[in-house]
């Protein structure tokens, strides 16, 4: 892995909630806008998607460069606000990284169960159509990753769904404005108990953040 560039984007981030007039300005997200970034959910508890993906992107990345690669988060802490969507996807294109993971959980209704991976489908203004074919495999390979480190079920329920644990969208500013392999997941669902149980846990977090790694690890190794 020496000397590979990976970057890791951590859903959501700490302070926005308090700062919706920053967080609510619209950006641009592959022809056409959104919001600059969102909340994100929490467990019915109230441990936060913020918190759950920064430290598992953080554990991630101790995994990776551990391994010799060169691992870049798009924001530093969890204490701060954004960057923008559009923002994040160009630190990964500025860094002409060769992957992006973006790391989220969901937050869908108490009985959905289980992870999903999500591709890009091609952007309404076409820039990602380069990058089609190496996100599906990149996805794939998260997706194997995930099953086989975590346990949890493939989800079903989910919008633009294809496949068990694998959804297709256009709609997602990160994976729109992605110039290199880019894939989104969905770790569990934080509104479902079981799901909730697993991702509150420092145990559940260190296999995520396995799972992780080994999904990126396995993309760049049979891409070589
Ligand atoms: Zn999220």
Known sequence: ???RRIVLDPGHNGANARHPEIINR?????????PCNTTGTSTNAGYAEHAFTYDVAVRAAGILRGLGATVTLTRPDDKGVG???DRRARI???RRAEVVVSIHADGASARARGFHVIEPALAPDKGNRRILTSSDGLARA????FSSVTGLPRATYPGGIREPGLARRSDLAGL???RQPAAMIEC????NSTDARFLSSGSGRGKVARAVAEGVLAYLGAER
């Open 188 to 191: 569990g669902n934080m509104r």
């Open 83 to 85: 960057p923008c969507v």
């Open 142 to 145: 998260l997706r194997a990753s």
């Open 92 to 94: 990964a294109n500025s």
């Open 176 to 178: 729109n404005l992605a």
């Open 26 to 34: 619209l950006v641009e997200a592959g022809g056409f806008k959104k």
């Open 1 to 3: 892995m020496d000397g």
